[in-house]
């Protein structure tokens, strides 16, 4: 089916017809999948008969696979043996792009590594999602903490003798987006030469391209990058500030209207004249005597009342808030931010979308997060297996028995 340019009334699925293999655990190719599968593509999450080891996480990392698993289909099969392998270069086959996040040398082992599936797929676009891209780190294995201390992240979100890892996958989660980013490109190339490609993403390349800027710093001015927590700030006001009921705003006060506008509205019209502050430069030297006297007047306010106020004066701010707090977010909320899900307990929860729109639309939540192989049946039957066939893979354990 096609849709006219804008067709409001239309699915949004952009990418409806394509078909992905995930062969993948934990956050990277995960999220990877769920882009493609956000955008609408069918992807079909190929896992162990036991299930994807995140169901069963705990702590921290509790809610992985209800976060990168919605708008997929599962499919339970056991790889290691000949009739699972051969299932899966049937699955294989029938697809558009195959995604893989395991370690070096797995899936060469089960007989699905690039230049075996590329002999019975040359159309295929194979996606693998490492630590590193090829070079003399390419058979180490990596997880966001370890590139985040070799690639500078940990020392530039820590004081200088604590390097601290950011407070979220960054880099398991934008070396998906990377791969998506590749896989479309391939798939827009393939569209004019009919030929697949392997692309590959990494975690490590990823944190260095987020370290391009301080790495840049470097060669600019010839001085080391300083740690964000003790670094000076090269805006005037730039900070965080205490108000009269106990809560933090960050407040950024950067160009001259702004400047103009809050000092007029906080009856500071007489820094406007002193000649210390007439430049934006001027203001940043002096901040040492500046940002006391903002934060003093700061901590009059009520911060709901002082947050009301920096709107109407368009200063930007924003509350410190808690990854919970966002569920109760009014602009999440009314924009269609978050969306309802079935967590496999079958609770139900929101849970964040796709950061873009498409015509001002936000990409919707088609399919909860799938039961173990609760699509084994159905994708078999699309690839052309009769009942007997399944049967016997039922029988020989290479699929889970059907529901009693």
Request: glycine share 8%; aromatic share 8%; hydrophobic share 40%.
């Amino acid at each position: 089916m096609t849709h006219a340019p804008g067709d409001r009334d239309a699915p949004l699925r952009p990418l409806e017809g394509v078909r992905v293999v995930e062969f993948s655990q934990m956050v990277m190719g995960p999220s990877c999948g769920l882009i493609l599968a956000d955008l609408g593509a069918d992807v079909i999450k190929v896992e162990p008969l036991k299930g994807d080891r995140t169901r069963t996480f705990k702590g921290p990392a509790a809610g992985f696979f209800a976060t990168y698993c919605r708008n997929k289909r599962s499919i339970a099969l056991d790889t290691s043996t000949p009739q699972g392998q051969s299932v899966a270069r049937r699955l294989i086959a029938r697809s558009d792009v195959l995604i893989e996040n395991f370690r070096p040398g797995l899936m060469k082992r089960i007989g699905l590594d690039y230049e075996q599936v590329a002999a019975f797929a040359p159309r295929l676009i194979y996606c693998s999602l490492k630590g590193y891209l090829p070079g003399p780190y390419e058979n180490r294995l990596a997880l966001d903490e370890v590139v985040q201390m070799m690639g500078g992240l940990a020392y530039m979100t820590g004081l200088p003798d604590r390097p601290m890892r950011a407070g979220a996958s960054v880099n398991d989660i934008m070396g998906g987006m990377f791969g998506v980013i590749a896989i479309q490109a391939a798939l827009a190339e393939r569209q004019r030469t009919g030929c697949g490609r392997y692309v590959q993403s990494a975690l490590y390349e990823n944190n260095v391209f987020l370290m391009a800027q301080a790495m840049m710093y470097e060669v600019v001015t010839g001085q080391p990058s300083i740690p964000y927590s003790i670094k000076d700030s090269p805006w005037p006001v730039y900070d965080l500030f205490d108000t009269s009921d106990g809560s933090k705003l960050f407040v950024t006060i950067v160009g001259e209207e702004q400047w103009v506008a809050f000092c007029r509205a906080f009856d500071r019209t007489e820094w406007l004249d002193d000649p210390r502050f007439a430049t934006a430069q001027g203001r940043v030297d002096h901040r040492g005597w500046l940002i006391p006297e903002i934060a003093a007047i700061f901590k009059t306010w009520a911060k709901d009342d002082l947050a009301a106020l920096l709107e109407r004066l368009e200063l930007p701010y924003a509350p410190v808030n808690k990854p919970g707090d966002l569920f109760d977010d009014p602009h999440l909320n009314a924009s269609g931010g978050l969306t309802e899900i079935r967590l496999p307990d079958g609770r139900r929860a929101m849970t964040p979308v796709l950061p873009v729109s498409l015509d001002g639309q936000r990409l919707p939540n088609r399919y909860d997060p799938p039961g173990i192989g609760e699509h084994t049946r159905d994708v078999l039957a699309e690839l052309g297996l009769l009942p007997d066939e399944v049967a016997v893979l039922e029988e020989d354990g290479t699929i889970l028995p059907s529901p009693s």
